[in-house]
């Protein structure tokens, strides 16, 4: 298998945003500690880093779309967790971000 590695060389200024859902917490806030964590150990400052907390999985595409066009942040992470079973609308997940 191919590895890639590199280091994350710094602009002055950047931001970083992670999206991640609320539900499904028990997951999704060991993803946002985890993305949080690999950003601190590559140097990125805490207060350079924006949590956006949505309600679903279902509402992440669209706000990380919006937050990509505003252009304030270098990167996005966008972290959710979707879980089969009743009710339907769990059975539910878009596959890409919508097109405005």
């Known amino acids: 298998m191919t590895h890639y590695e590199g280091d994350l060389r710094l602009p002055a200024g950047a931001r970083f945003a992670i999206l991640a859902s609320r539900w499904n917490a028990r997951i999704t806030d ?3 500690a985890g993305a949080r964590q ?3 150990d ?7 880093v924006d949590v956006v907390r949505l309600p679903g999985a279902w509402e992440l595409p669209l706000a990380a779309q919006r937050l990509a066009a ?12 979707v879980g089969r ?16």
Not at 87 to 96: E, Q, V, Y
């Open 30 to 32: 060991a993803l946002v």
């Open 38 to 40: 690999c950003l601190a």
């Open 85 to 100: 079973g009743a009710p339907a609308t769990t059975n539910t997940s878009p596959t890409c971000a919508p097109k405005a």
């Open 42 to 48: 590559n140097g990125v400052p805490e207060d350079a």
């Open 70 to 81: 505003a252009g304030g942040h270098r990167a996005l992470a966008v972290l959710g967790c």
